[in-house]
């Protein structure tokens, strides 16, 4: 979590809608490094949580960002540390410059202090600009790829990871966050499933089955983990997929429900009117109007 000053607040009357997401870090390196896809303004990152750590560092601009619906306000120099399988989302409404950096979790296995779990925080203070200093570093070296500035990253990098260890580490961890992390553990593993076999006929019973849970049971563990049902999950995977297709522009609307795991178009047509508010046919109108 970060420091920032600003009290958190609850996000009212935001549905509680998480997904997994899947980081894979770059070619070559034990890490993930990139500009924040929303530094265009007027985008939102719907809530979702990963196994890895995650740092957002807002060099110009800002942004709004919710942990477990708290919300910080982030500024130029602020940055946010993203706990493994914390659940977080982010408005960025004006254009910014923000450095996400992604580490997967096994990096920190020597410092677990519970069973595949390390917590990290912070307060403000002088530390706080030499890591901020440290990721602008490492981005620089990235962008400009010099001679040997693969030797360089990962100099960086480790010195990023010593800071993280050191100072941000807490050992004093309320065992309902412990509780927590497992459960989203395991439906890290499930929902990986589920997006690899969105396009089979994916029931709540064929899925509890195969990770040995009652049905009954891994309902629950959606409901109060995920805060969505499990169909409504199965859903929000396959409309996401719809609407890769649709930009693709390579498949009628009929195609594009059947190869998404919809029994039609009429049934992509109520999901996606309910999810985005309006028809496949009218997105796809504004996003190609060319077509």
């Given at each position: 979590?970060?420091?920032?000053?600003?009290?958190?607040?609850?996000?009212?009357?935001?549905?509680?809608?998480?997904?997994?997401?899947?980081?894979?870090?770059?070619?070559?390196?034990?890490?993930?490094?990139?500009?924040?896809?929303?530094?265009?303004?007027?985008?939102?990152?719907?809530?979702?949580?990963?196994?890895?750590i995650?740092?957002?560092?807002?060099?110009?601009?800002?942004?709004?960002?919710?942990?477990?619906?708290?919300?910080?306000?982030?500024?130029?120099?602020?940055?946010?540390?993203?706990?493994?399988?914390?659940?977080?989302?982010?408005?960025?409404?004006?254009?910014?410059?923000?450095?996400?950096?992604?580490?997967?979790?096994?990096?920190?296995?020597?410092?677990?202090?519970?069973?595949?779990?390390?917590?990290?925080?912070?307060?403000?203070?002088?530390?706080?600009?030499r890591f901020m200093e440290l990721i602008?570093?490492?981005?620089?070296?990235?962008?400009?790829?010099?001679?040997?500035?693969?030797?360089?990253?990962?100099?960086?990098?480790?010195?990023?990871?010593?800071?993280?260890?050191?100072?941000y580490r807490l050992t004093d961890v309320e065992e309902s966050f412990v509780r927590k992390n497992k459960k989203l553990n395991k439906l890290s593993a499930i929902t990986s499933y589920m997006k690899e076999n969105y396009m089979a006929d994916l029931t709540l019973e064929e899925v509890a089955r195969i990770f040995d849970y009652s049905p009954n049971y891994l309902s629950r563990m959606f409901r109060k983990y995920a805060g969505i049902t499990f169909k409504s999950y199965v859903q929000s995977i396959r409309l996401g997929y719809a609407v890769k297709d649709l930009d693709s522009g390579s498949y009628n609307i009929t195609e594009v429900a059947l190869r998404n795991g919809f029994s039609g178009s009429k049934a992509l047509a109520r999901a996606f009117q309910k999810k985005y508010g309006m028809l496949p046919s009218e997105y796809r109108e504004k996003q190609n109007p060319s077509l």
């Open positions: 979590m970060s420091w920032i000053s600003r009290k958190p607040e609850c996000r009212k009357g935001t549905p509680m809608q998480f997904s997994h997401e899947l980081i894979v870090p770059e070619t070559g390196f034990p890490f993930k490094i990139f500009i924040f896809e929303g530094n265009t303004g007027n985008y939102h990152r719907d809530k979702h949580w990963h196994r890895s995650e740092i957002f560092a807002v060099c110009i601009g800002e942004l709004e960002f919710y942990i477990d619906d708290r919300k910080w306000h982030l500024e130029a120099g602020n940055f946010m540390i993203v706990n493994s399988n914390e659940v977080h989302s982010i408005d960025s409404p004006l254009p910014n410059e923000t450095i996400v950096l992604q580490i997967p979790l096994k990096l920190f296995e020597d410092y677990f202090t519970g069973e595949q779990f390390i917590w990290f925080s912070h307060e403000p203070g002088k530390r706080d600009e602008r570093e490492l981005y620089r070296v990235y962008r400009k790829k010099a001679c040997g500035y693969d030797l360089k990253m990962k100099s960086i990098f480790y010195q990023i990871m010593y800071l993280l260890v050191k100072d």
